[in-house]
DNA sequence: TTGAAAGCGCTAACAC
DNA sequence: GTGTTAGCGCTTTCAA
């Protein structure tokens, strides 16, 4: 009785209605011209037979996808997820679909990563950070579809970026705590080379710091990332030992802020009384946690929002480059005077 | 001079090495059976004219995408971004790829999102939850692959499940509050009906209360999911002044108990001396603040892993039924007595 | 180890 | 508003 039968195709659905394919293919797409009653019909008879459309081989025939190849280096990062919602909220007009892959940190990953979204035929890719590896920088260039940099202002941009100087963002905080008074200041971070917009964020510490004509010898590498709370709360550990007369920190992001104020918080080393403390990246938890982090809002939803648009311009030729400079905002809260 | 000339196919590597598209066909797979050096000499080929491989052209004629389908609630939950982290993970081995969605805790989104993610023909689908839409429920049983749904139990599984009861992990900590001697305990989740887990565990929460024969009105609904940490802190506010004389609460996640727990160190309220404080999923930030949070591990990767080495069983025909019970954990830390 | 023929399911392009 | 033809780029199948 109940064979394993092949899915029904359009053809299928032709043969029943009594139209051709074309017309069947017709009434999928919502634009195209077909009377009322024929789509009708056809969609009833689609249901009817449990038909599903077969993106694969409108895509091989049409030379579309509707994919929007993303790489990201954590899935597990709120920052990123939100920057991929903002990216999938405003590609959602258009009905394109993200197709995410993570890095793990890793540019030989990226690499590989790279490679294999490539070969799913997206009709544009973005990546997060300006760096990447001379094959995967090749891979872009030659990938015939528009590439976007975010979270970084790539010196020489493969294509499109979407994204701010963190270096920058960094030397804006150091010149606030020297504003206010802080001297002494250290800097915790993942371990130099691995995570490029954490280093680039520690040249922006030393440069604003030499320029300050302060000490730059506060740093301490967290190991490779991701830098979190738990590699905060031994960075202040090792801190508070080796430097205990710090005035102020600043952290890689507001994760490993935390975990360092928990270590403050453990030894009863007051928070901003005896060491003032800064995050980066406006995560929720600086917003609540006790005292509320200091921190740098990245705003990692307008990066992907912005992305979003730039891509969906650049497809409709509306737009033909796009170098979009996000303003970081400095936010100052209860961890730091 | 420099035209847009159409991307290289394998034809065009096969008129280049002197061979048939067949040959270079076979280059690419790793099994088949080709001499080194034409497999040496097309890959040389490939890799000067920019040759990327179509799988859309792969995918169409083998009738394989190597997609995994994947819902989860929110892309901005730690729980599920371990999990995806677990199921990838385990797919890497198949090289197969992911493909994301997410629902934002609404079953109407849920059913749109599986409608559409198969259409890429995926060879399995995994969803969060043993809930959903009629239709949603349909189109999965009629898919015609591999059904895992996770993070639940279900009454009815559609296919295959790799999760556990929320009710009854609740009701196990509910148990050892009443054991170690809380008697008047509260409950913060989310509206109910909306996140089914959440709704889960607040129905473990009540029957494990009726069951004790203590009372169940310190409920506070904290909103719509998703349930974080500022959520997590209001209701704290609204239950402090509700029910001031409750001795431990049972948050819907880590999160939001995090939250509460900042709200009772604004009001100067001790965790655990004044009231008792517990999360669910053992997110990282439970294991370091001050004090560390009671909670429940789910075992959100383990879930993953699971799931991942489960579809590849199901794929290979080796198993063909899998319905796999997760068991969380308890884990006491200082929040609690 | 390699090649020839056919076709996966859909839609572009054109005709009516 | 609908139909016909051809073919997207690859791999299955069979043959050599």
Chains 1, 2 share one sequence.
């Not at 540019?107 to 997060?128: D, F, N, W």
Request: proline share 5%; glycine share 10%; with cysteine.
């Amino acid at each position: 009785m109940s064979q394993i039968r092949k899915p029904p195709t359009m053809a299928d659905i032709a043969r029943v209605t009594g139209v051709s394919p074309m017309t069947v293919s017709r009434a999928f797409k919502t634009d195209s011209l077909i009377s009322a009653e024929t789509r009708q019909a056809i969609l009833q008879a689609a249901e009817d037979l449990g038909y599903v459309f077969d993106s694969t081989a409108s895509n091989l025939r049409s030379q579309r996808s509707d994919f929007v190849a993303v790489t990201i280096p954590s899935i597990n990062n709120a920052n990123f997820a939100d920057t991929v919602g903002g990216l999938s909220d405003a590609l959602a007009a258009r009905n394109m679909q993200i197709l995410l892959g993570y890095t793990n940190y890793d540019m030989q990953e990226e690499e590989r990563l790279i490679e294999q979204l490539l070969r799913r035929k997206p009709e544009a890719i973005v990546v997060t950070g300006g760096k990447h590896t001379p094959r995967g920088r090749k891979l872009l260039e030659n990938a015939r579809i528009p590439v976007i940099e975010t979270w970084d202002k790539p010196a020489s941009p493969i294509g499109h970026y979407v994204g701010f100087s963190n270096a920058d963002a960094v030397r804006g905080m150091v010149d606030h705590f020297v504003r206010v008074g802080y001297r002494r200041i250290a800097f915790i971070g993942g371990d130099a080379g691995r995570d490029t917009r954490g280093s680039d964020r520690r040249m922006g510490f030393l440069g604003a710091m030499k320029a300050h004509g302060l000490e730059t010898d506060r740093l301490i590498a967290a190991g490779p990332p991701p830098i979190s709370m738990r590699e905060g709360a031994n960075a202040m550990a090792r801190l508070l030992t080796e430097f205990p007369d710090t005035e102020a920190v600043i952290c890689v992001s507001d994760l490993s802020a935390f975990g360092a104020l928990t270590e403050c918080q453990r030894r009863g080393v007051a928070v901003p009384h005896d060491i003032a403390l800064a995050g980066f990246g406006d995560y929720e938890i600086g917003g609540i946690c006790v005292p509320t982090l200091t921190t740098i809002d990245a705003k990692a939803r307008e990066i992907g929002r912005r992305t979003g648009q730039l891509i969906l311009e650049l497809l409709e030729g509306v737009s033909d480059a796009g170098h979009v400079t996000i303003q970081p905002e400095l936010m100052v809260r209860e961890s730091t005077r």
